[in-house]
């Protein structure tokens, strides 16, 4: 009997799946984040590891994981990748571990054999390109300090900086200027500002949906907010684009929390790759990445 697991874990929460060959799915299992934070592989690898356990016990199996495989968030950098397999390898999880990142397993969810293009907005934001024939190529992913554009934490920290404008005369009047405060329970500018001074990256960018429900509610300023996060989403995948100069259409897959079907900045990604790249061809499909990774294991395993 062959187990494998595969494990997407990123900065809001990892997420582990449990498969007994052939294909079987046994499990899912959602732990704390598992990204990878510079400096500080040790607290990834613990997150990563209470997962997989947590989902091999919902599992009801005892007996050892044979391939791991985990994309995750941070890992741009191979010495990232390496530091982190070697200490989930020291915990004795599964027999054989891998690490690669979040994007790759994304990709491999929805286009493991054919070429496409697959973006990523949840926290962070990344894109990623395949041609089905070897090549690969990334744009974004490069963190909250100098990129994720588009992302989650960007709309979120925008929305506070649009809030205090308009509470300061600085900029026009808007909605966020009392949703904002509302939401991380504070009442005026020093609170947001005394609230963003401490706030852990996920919790900002949890302020993306206080955007989002203004911008569908009407706020002229929000509405702004969200059309620029969608244009610094479809910037990231017409850069990906000029790696297939001949094709007629390519595939572009849409994931991550911010990029549900339901979303506002979702709807502006549409509306701008219309515009932009026509050449772009929608998919309407689910983006897996723990089922990503489990087709990466499934391949180590059988030795292809």
């Not at 969200?226 to 610094?232: D, I, K, L, N, T």
């Amino acid at each position: 009997m062959t187990l494998l697991a595969g494990v997407d874990a990123g900065a809001s929460h990892t997420e582990a799946v449990i498969v007994e060959e052939p294909h079987q799915e046994l499990s899912r299992h959602r732990g704390d984040p598992g990204n990878v934070s510079p400096g500080d592989i040790s607290q990834a690898a613990t997150a990563i590891e209470a997962t997989v356990r947590g989902a091999l016990e919902h599992a009801d199996r005892r007996e050892g994981i044979t391939t791991l495989v985990v994309g995750a968030a941070g890992t741009g950098l191979e010495s990232n990748r390496t530091a982190l397999q070697k200490a989930l390898a020291a915990t004795g999880v599964a027999a054989s571990v891998h690490v690669t990142t979040d994007a790759a397993i994304a990709t491999e969810s929805v286009f493991p054999e054919g070429p496409g293009i697959i973006l990523l907005a949840g926290t962070g934001s990344i894109a990623h390109a395949t041609d089905g024939a070897g090549g690969q190529w990334r744009v974004g992913g490069l963190g909250w300090r100098v990129g994720d554009e588009g992302s989650a934490f960007a709309l979120g920290t925008a929305g506070i900086a649009a809030a205090i404008r308009g509470l300061d005369g600085r900029g026009p009047s808007t909605t966020l200027g009392h949703a904002m405060p509302d939401a991380i329970g504070v009442n005026d500018i020093e609170g947001m500002r005394d609230w963003m001074a401490d706030a852990a990256v996920p919790r900002v960018a949890g302020l993306a949906r206080t955007v989002c429900t203004q911008a569908e509610a009407g706020d002229e300023v929000a509405v702004l907010l969200v059309r620029e996060a969608g244009r610094a989403l479809a910037a990231h995948v017409t850069a990906l684009l000029q790696h297939f100069p001949h094709a007629a259409g390519v595939p572009v897959a849409l994931g991550g929390g911010l990029l549900t079907p339901d979303s506002a900045v979702r709807n502006a990604v549409l509306t701008m790759l219309a515009l932009q790249a026509p050449q772009a061809e929608l998919l309407d499909i689910e983006v897996d990445p723990p089922r990503g990774a489990i087709r990466m294991a499934a391949r180590i395993a059988a030795g292809t």
